[in-house]
């Protein structure tokens, strides 16, 4: 069996290869080696020169990836490829084959996974550390060859521990998600995550939260975190210690859980979900003929709102609704410009105020009783959710238009009056994005 041993330097952020080195092993021996500085086409930042010592003066006549492509391809033919933490390695050279319009796949083994399941008991696996306490000589620590060199002895070294050999064969089978999981990551914590709905916490080797998601099945979307190619997920899932989660029952419940955890712990990994959604409210007003309309505007534009979301696709899907359930003329709710008659693809029920059919009178009658139905379900409702067991039912809890928070309860328990489910809510805060989540529910 032939493997290449491989280490990869970046230019930060972009991911791009600055330095790659190579080592083709039998089982016995290194019988071949590729190393090679790379111009990344690309700033490299000082942070990352401060701890490679890789500049941008370095690789200035440094060979591009596309002019070394062909010996990577060739060495690391039939080979597995081996490599400490070796998704985020073999992530960038699949990267960078990608922009070529390559393919690039091979079979992977982890020597940070092996390492912690042949020699366990050590503080840290990082590369460094484990060098140290394995007594492996590392010579030129974040260089690429220096790095790859002592992978080759510690891999040699976990070929001679107690059932390596089964252990081998068993990361190198194809059902076995070892290789894709985080090194830091037990195996035991992923095996324990449920195909359930819920919320799940990435945690670092400090316990603290860097990372907060939603799913209708947990397993499976953190499983998807470990395949992604993305730079945001590769440095979150390097850091990766532990998983915990909490289960919701539905998809409902699962956004409001998130949006009040990113909320009280702002993890790193979760930028977008702090920055403030932009508003897009819908309003009325009476033309010079006094014929009703509603429009869409952003909400900052809009001194009488109706109804407001955070995205101008779900407002403009919730003002088609509202159309057509109170026959109203999708002309007469700027769904349609520049015509004189209606004649949307999707409407079609509009009486005739548009082709003078109906009166005014009538058609605003129905305008107003849309705008006082959008209010009234706003004002107070009690949403019905699945529970997190089959015994279990779920509600939110919203009154005066303001969302006061979501609760689990027995099936088996009376519910006789709205007061009685105070006693199971479990209190929240409002805020614009819960509006806009429960906005599409309601």
Do not use: W
């Amino acid at each position: 069996m032939l493997y290449t041993i491989i280490d990869v330097e970046t230019s930060g952020r972009s991911n791009r290869i600055t330095e790659i080195s190579i080592f083709k092993y039998d089982g016995n021996t290194v019988v071949d080696e590729f190393t090679s500085l790379v111009n990344p086409n690309c700033f490299i930042p000082d942070h990352i020169t401060a701890l490679t010592g890789i500049d941008n003066g370095t690789v200035a006549n440094a060979p591009e990836f596309s002019e070394i492509a062909d010996k990577v391809l060739e060495i690391t033919q039939d080979t597995i490829f081996v490599a400490h933490n070796v998704n985020f390695d073999y992530n960038v050279i699949q990267g960078e084959f990608k922009l070529l319009g390559i393919a690039f796949t091979r079979k992977k083994l982890c020597t940070v996974r092996l390492s912690r399941k042949l020699i366990p008991g050590h503080r840290s696996y990082s590369l460094g550390k484990l060098c140290k306490a394995l007594n492996i000589n590392l010579v030129d620590r974040h260089r690429a060859r220096g790095d790859a060199e002592a992978t080759v002895i510690l891999f040699q070294l976990l070929q001679t521990q107690d059932n390596a050999e089964t252990v081998f064969k068993d990361f190198l089978n194809k059902n076995n998600k070892q290789a894709t999981l985080p090194p830091n990551l037990p195996s035991s914590v992923f095996n324990a995550l449920p195909n359930a709905a819920g919320i799940y916490y990435f945690r670092n080797k400090k316990g603290t939260i860097i990372y907060v998601g939603k799913a209708k099945d947990i397993k499976k979307r953190v499983l998807s975190h470990f395949y992604s190619k993305s730079q945001k997920s590769l440095d979150m899932v390097r850091e990766t210690a532990h998983i915990d989660f909490e289960l919701s029952g539905s998809e409902l419940i699962a956004l409001l859980m998130e949006d009040a955890a990113i909320k009280h712990h702002f993890p790193q990994y979760n930028k977008a979900s702090k920055r403030k959604p932009k508003g897009y409210s819908i309003f009325s007003y009476q033309d010079r003929n006094e014929v009703m309309h509603l429009a869409i505007n952003t909400t900052k534009a809009t001194p009488k709102p109706i109804i407001t979301l955070y995205s101008i696709r779900d407002i403009r899907a919730f003002l088609e609704r509202i159309c057509e359930q109170f026959n109203l003329c999708p002309k007469f709710c700027h769904l349609q410009e520049g015509v004189a008659t209606c004649s949307h693809h999707a409407i079609t029920n509009c009486k005739g105020i548009c082709s003078g059919d109906e009166s005014i009178e009538q058609y605003n009658e129905r305008v107003t009783n849309a705008i006082c139905d959008i209010i009234d379900k706003r004002k107070d409702s009690i949403i019905k959710a699945k529970g997190r067991t089959p015994e279990e039912e779920a509600f939110v809890l919203i009154k005066n238009g303001a969302y006061l928070g979501y609760g689990f309860i027995d099936k088996h328990e009376q519910i006789t009056h709205e007061e009685a489910l105070e006693s199971f809510l479990i209190k929240q805060k409002d805020n614009s994005d819960v509006q806009s989540i429960l906005a599409k529910f309601l």
